[in-house]
């Protein structure tokens, strides 16, 4: 496992921007795709967008519709989702993951994953 922390979060009014930052322990953090998920209240988590372990593939949620860019720089071991054109319906708690498996796939798998951070909070108003 890795251990990741999630920061970057906040209060923004809809159509504003944020980047979500996670950043890992360990030295294996080029070994793992990754993923954020989010869950709103009430609702269940769900994935939100993946890349794979050098960066080269990335998978977006449908209801991301371009809005949202996930990225990695390894030597860092952070993961970052650039999130604009926000809308309300964005609120919800972010959670950075990690998953040694293949990026495709991982918002299906989601609740196999063992890495998860501890989530940092969106909360976007109209």
């Known amino acids: 496992q890795v251990q990741l922390v999630e920061s970057g979060g906040g209060l923004v009014q809809a159509g504003g921007s944020l980047r979500l930052s996670c950043a890992a322990s360990?030295?294996?953090?080029?070994?793992?795709?990754m993923g954020w998920f989010r869950q709103a209240p009430g609702k269940e988590r769900e994935f939100v967008a993946a890349?794979?372990?050098?960066?080269?593939?990335?998978y977006y949620a449908d209801f991301v519709q371009g809005r949202f860019t996930i990225s990695r720089v390894n030597t860092k071991n952070t993961v970052y989702l650039q999130m604009n054109s926000l809308k309300p319906e964005d609120t919800a708690v972010y959670y950075c993951?990690?998953?040694?498996?293949?990026?495709?796939?991982?918002?299906?798998?989601?609740?196999?994953?063992?890495?998860w951070g501890q989530g940092t909070q969106v909360t976007v108003s109209s």
């Open positions: 890349i794979s372990w050098r960066g080269g593939s990335t």
């Open positions: 360990g030295r294996t953090f080029s070994s793992y795709a």
């Open positions: 993951a990690a998953d040694p498996r293949s990026a495709q796939g991982m918002g299906v798998r989601g609740k196999t994953i063992d890495s």
